[in-house]
């Protein structure tokens, strides 16, 4: 159920004085969508009780008590290896600003992943005292976030050498591949 349906059933179900109040306080937008869905809970019938905004309440505080792992808990439980397969292949400065984000405990394993070069670019573009905007830094962790989720753990995962990635990194992708398929 969207958010808008929950809301129009919660407000049908209180008195119509406190439903005014609410409508009012709301943006146009929103309260012409309220509007629309209450006029659609009266034509369907059903009724303006009390039970259903108390139900609704209930049901929402339910829940509410189960936490799904966030993507910032998914990124900070990550292995450094898993985020180097993620980022390996994005420019030194985006790398450095999803860095400056947090203070990772998977850092310092991530960041020797890359060849001398490279994390040096890395770090000298890392800054933790300067606020990354927040629409960028979510944007960033969700990405990043819904990579890891997309990888599953497999038998493949065992057998990564990464000290032979880094031997790879200055090879091109195609080269990397040649090499995968023939081992």
């Known amino acids: 159920m969207t958010g808008y349906r929950r809301a129009a059933m919660t407000l049908h179900g209180v008195a119509a004085e406190d439903r005014s109040w609410v409508l009012n306080a709301l943006s146009a937008n929103d309260r012409d969508t309220l509007v629309q869905l209450l006029d659609e809970l009266k034509e369907l019938g059903f009724a303006d009780d009390a039970g259903m905004a108390m139900e609704l309440a209930s049901e929402a505080s339910n829940a509410a008590s189960y936490v799904p792992v966030t993507v910032l808990q ?7 290896e898993h985020l180097f397969s993620i980022l390996e292949h994005e420019p030194s400065s985006l790398i450095a600003q999803f860095l400056s984000i947090e203070r990772w405990s998977w850092s310092r394993d991530f960041l020797n992943l ?17 606020v990354i905007a927040s629409a960028r830094a979510g944007f960033l962790m969700e990405s990043v976030g819904t990579r890891l ?6 038998a493949n995962d065992l057998e990564v050498n990464v000290s032979s990635r880094k031997m790879d990194a200055g090879r091109s992708p195609l080269h990397r591949l040649v090499k995968l398929w023939t081992r």
């Open 149 to 154: 989720s997309d990888m599953a753990p497999s």
């Open 74 to 80: 998914r990124i900070r439980q990550a292995k450094a």
């Open 114 to 130: 890359f060849p001398a070069a490279r994390k040096d670019r890395i770090l000298a573009s890392v800054t933790h005292s300067i």
